[in-house]
């Protein structure tokens, strides 16, 4: 479904782009790799993050050599490595979260103790 104020392209200005065949994009497309959005009468739109894919997809294709098979594996654990980064980052913020929580939880309870003193000046020091 296309989204208003972005930037579509047809097939035919994409395959001149990348100075490949349309039918290599239908092909790509056929396997999986990209996934244009259509208009109403099932014209095929490429976005800018198609555009991306595609670069990724030639890149891989061109300058290393990568069947389609490979293509589809490498594609699949990036976006599955974009997924983990995306947990790591929601956990660390959690993580930053509670440890500040902490902090102000501990301070309030010095503030309101009989004995102002940190646990280390607790702790006596064995000789």
Same mark, same amino acid.
């Given at each position: 479904m296309k989204k208003p104020g972005k930037a579509y392209y047809m097939i035919s200005a994409v395959a001149q782009k990348y100075n490949i065949h349309a039918q290599t994009l239908r092909l790509y497309e056929r396997e999986g790799l990209l996934k244009p959005s259509r208009t109403d009468g099932n014209t095929r739109l490429y976005s800018e993050e198609d555009l991306e894919q595609l670069e990724t997809i030639l890149s891989? !294709?061109?300058?290393? @050599?990568?069947?389609? %098979? +490979?293509?589809?594996?490498?594609?699949?654990? =990036?976006? *599955?490595?974009? &997924?983990?980064? @995306?947990?790591?980052?929601?956990?660390? %913020?959690?993580? /930053? /979260?509670?440890?500040? =929580? +902490?902090?102000?939880?501990?301070?309030? =309870?010095? $503030?309101?103790?009989? &004995?102002?003193? $940190?646990? !280390?000046?607790?702790? *006596? $020091?064995? *000789?």
């Open positions: 891989l !294709t061109r300058d290393l @050599g990568v069947n389609l %098979a +490979g293509v589809e594996i490498i594609l699949n654990m =990036r976006r *599955k490595i974009e &997924v983990m980064q @995306g947990e790591v980052n929601e956990f660390m %913020a959690y993580v /930053k /979260k509670e440890m500040a =929580r +902490g902090v102000d939880d501990w301070e309030q =309870r010095l $503030s309101t103790a009989l &004995v102002k003193s $940190s646990p !280390t000046d607790l702790v *006596k $020091s064995q *000789k």
